[in-house]
């Protein structure tokens, strides 16, 4: 099966979370958008392409005739697929659980620069992310973090599965954010450095994130760097 | 199967959307923290009482040894065992994206009352309050009512599902939070009264909604009415 995925072309967004398992697992997938006219074909396919299963927003994923919206879907749907979930169906709501968690800590880190609202420019609401972003810094991050250490204490030593690869782009975006606040709260949590170095040193991710396919992290994105915003 | 549903007791919340599911069922349930010392069962449940999948937050199902978190994640689970979702991968997949969108509909409508966080109250972020609320009456309630306008009309005819029972839920939070707002984006779209009518009209959910089990809507929920949020 070669998958193609639809996803705005300059920045990693929602759309990372599914090309780090694909690339993870070795699966043939073409990044539509990324390609000549692939904008265009992604637009057409929002507007109607799908006249049955609109998706509202990208990332959507087209598998044959399917076309799969959502980000956690689309990892649910891919997960068993790629080897990258169990098959058993309470291990596959377990790891969507998480992967559900995870959507609302990327929705949190991405609301700390656009506290009113996605349709204003950051600068139009540089007071309020200041404020929402010391939120965030004194309680939200911690708080997140804290889960995830319990669950990867828990399940030591178990499969790695799409769910893992998600916290690995999680940390490295915090860590682009929020390079202090990140030192801060890793200096009594060593798990953080150590799921990120081993989802880092994975052959197939390593590839990865040296190849050009991997777009560096930027001010348009989910996770933005503003000093201000910082520690 | 008895299932036994955790969400705090006093509001609708996040919960609702699984008790609506349950109780156009006609389900067998115990929605456990509204019972004598169902809240020091819920806690305990939440600190020590699932050791491997323990739940970021309520609320969470329990089905025999199954414990499953995420609002979401929860319905994925009953919608087949509950005859609201189809039977086939597609169909649950698609149902599931309506219900993920639903979910960042709801996180929106939250924030606007709460820009800054949750951890703050209501008080303490009034100002902030103000602009998301412009922001969110002025171009994101249109644009997911237009989104699910589009679909509703696109399905006209198919079996409920636990999204139809989702989004009768929204309109019903929407119309109590911004009730002028509504009734200026309803003038428009009659697709809107039609679809809550027609789930708030199902013998099941009547009876439901006319019962104590039904908690109003309050200023401590996802919905809340503050007037100077609305037009």
Same mark, same amino acid.
């Given at each position: 099966?070669?998958?193609?995925?639809?996803?705005?072309?300059?920045?990693?967004?929602?759309?990372?979370?599914?090309?780090?398992?694909?690339?993870?697992?070795?699966?043939?997938?073409?990044?539509?958008?990324?390609?000549?006219?692939?904008?265009? @074909?992604?637009?057409?396919?929002?507007?109607?392409?799908?006249?049955?299963?609109?998706?509202?927003?990208?990332?959507?994923?087209?598998?044959?005739?399917?076309?799969?919206?959502?980000?956690?879907?689309?990892?649910?749907?891919?997960?068993?697929?790629?080897?990258?979930?169990?098959?058993?169906?309470?291990?596959?709501? #377990?790891?969507?659980? *998480?992967?559900?968690?995870?959507?609302? #800590?990327?929705?949190?880190?991405?609301?700390?620069?656009?506290?009113?609202?996605?349709?204003?420019?950051?600068?139009?609401?540089?007071?309020?992310?200041?404020?929402?972003?010391?939120?965030? +810094? @004194?309680?939200?991050?911690?708080?997140?973090?804290?889960?995830?250490?319990?669950?990867?204490? +828990?399940?030591?030593?178990?499969?790695?599965?799409?769910?893992?690869?998600?916290?690995?782009?999680?940390?490295?975006? *915090?860590?682009?954010?929020?390079?202090?606040?990140?030192?801060?709260?890793?200096?009594?949590?060593? #798990?953080?450095?150590?799921?990120?170095?081993?989802?880092?040193? +994975?052959?197939?991710?390593?590839?990865?994130?040296?190849?050009?396919? +991997?777009?560096?992290?930027?001010?348009?994105?989910?996770?933005?760097?503003?000093?201000?915003?910082?520690?």
């Amino acid at each position: 099966m070669r998958y193609e995925l639809y996803y705005w072309p300059s920045i990693q967004g929602r759309g990372e979370f599914v090309r780090l398992a694909l690339e993870d697992a070795g699966a043939a997938y073409v990044d539509v958008a990324r390609r000549p006219r692939g904008m265009a @074909a992604m637009l057409r396919l929002m507007e109607s392409g799908t006249p049955k299963q609109p998706p509202f927003a990208p990332p959507f994923l087209k598998a044959g005739r399917l076309v799969i919206a959502q980000t956690a879907n689309i990892l649910l749907f891919l997960g068993p697929r790629l080897g990258l979930a169990p098959r058993s169906e309470a291990g596959r709501l #377990w790891v969507h659980q *998480l992967q559900l968690t995870i959507a609302d #800590w990327v929705t949190e880190a991405h609301d700390v620069h656009h506290p009113v609202g996605a349709g204003l420019y950051y600068e139009d609401q540089k007071r309020e992310a200041k404020r929402r972003a010391r939120e965030f +810094r @004194a309680s939200r991050m911690a708080k997140f973090l804290d889960y995830f250490g319990e669950v990867v204490a +828990r399940h030591r030593g178990a499969r790695v599965t799409y769910a893992d690869l998600s916290l690995f782009q999680m940390i490295a975006g *915090l860590r682009y954010a929020f390079p202090r606040a990140m030192a801060r709260l890793e200096r009594r949590r060593a #798990w953080v450095a150590a799921l990120h170095d081993r989802m880092a040193g +994975r052959p197939r991710i390593r590839a990865y994130l040296a190849s050009p396919r +991997r777009i560096p992290f930027n001010e348009h994105g989910i996770f933005r760097h503003y000093p201000e915003l910082d520690d």
